[in-house]
């Protein structure tokens, strides 16, 4: 998986906590990438980052925030967990944006009940 | 005018068969289109991609055929192999869009024996 490590893989969480998924690195990528994957709309972005403390928003982005204090980690937070969030996270890395290909971690599989 | 729509959902296919899978974009300033290979358990694999200024990329078994008028593009897979079984997700972006990538909703390909 090109040097990408994501924790937890797996995590069970009841609605109305937060949570924080971690996304690690060793390919000293700029580019980072938070996806959702749920069954029938395929992987939809949440967040990116191009850069340490440069995040922009992807198309899903409510009720997610992001952060990224070292160029290795790009976290991801649902402040307030929703059944609606339930899904698979996966995060993506790439040299730089456009015509790069992305690598993706194994990624972890979130449930809020 | 962002989306990217993908058919068929699920596809089977014998062992030595063609295997096509169909993506129709809207956006014409999208400038890159790859296909993402994805195993069960595993994150997405960048498989083969087109930029819009070539008809065609061959990659072993592998083949995009693009028709920048259409605003389509489709994978043929060649001799389908059961190890071929996965879901396979088409993409498209622009660079200026800083590498976000918009998928297809994905189709699961399952090889039969």
């Known amino acids: 998986d090109a040097g990408i490590t994501q924790s937890p893989r797996h995590k069970v969480t009841e609605t109305g906590t937060p949570v924080t998924l971690r996304c690690h690195q060793t390919?000293?990528?700029?580019?980072m990438y938070w996806y959702r994957q749920d069954p029938g709309h395929g992987l939809r972005l949440i967040h990116y980052?191009?850069?340490?403390?440069?995040?922009d928003k992807g198309e899903v982005s409510d009720g997610y925030s992001v952060s990224r204090s070292k160029t290795e980690d790009f976290l991801l937070t649902l402040e307030s967990a929703t059944s609606s969030q339930t899904s698979v996270y996966f995060c993506a890395i790439s040299e730089s944006r456009g015509q790069e290909t992305q690598y993706f971690g194994p990624g972890t599989r979130l449930l809020v009940l | 005018q962002q989306q990217v729509k993908q058919s068929p959902q699920s596809l089977i296919v014998q062992k030595g068969g063609i295997s096509i899978i169909n993506c129709a974009y809207e956006?014409?300033?999208?400038?890159?289109f790859p296909w993402y290979q994805q195993f069960p358990g595993k994150g997405p694999a960048l498989l083969i991609a087109i930029r819009p200024d070539v008809s065609e990329k061959k990659e072993g078994r592998f083949t995009i055929s693009f028709n920048k008028s259409a605003k389509q593009f489709s994978l043929h897979i060649m001799d389908s192999q059961p190890g071929d079984s996965a879901t396979y997700f088409c993409?498209?972006?622009?660079?200026?869009?800083?590498?976000?990538?918009?998928f297809g909703q994905g189709t699961e390909l399952s090889v039969k024996p």
């Open positions: 993409a498209a972006t622009n660079y200026n869009q800083g590498g976000k990538l918009i």
């Open positions: 980052s191009y850069g340490v403390k440069d995040t």
């Open positions: 956006n014409t300033a999208f400038d890159y």
């Open positions: 390919e000293n990528h700029r580019y």
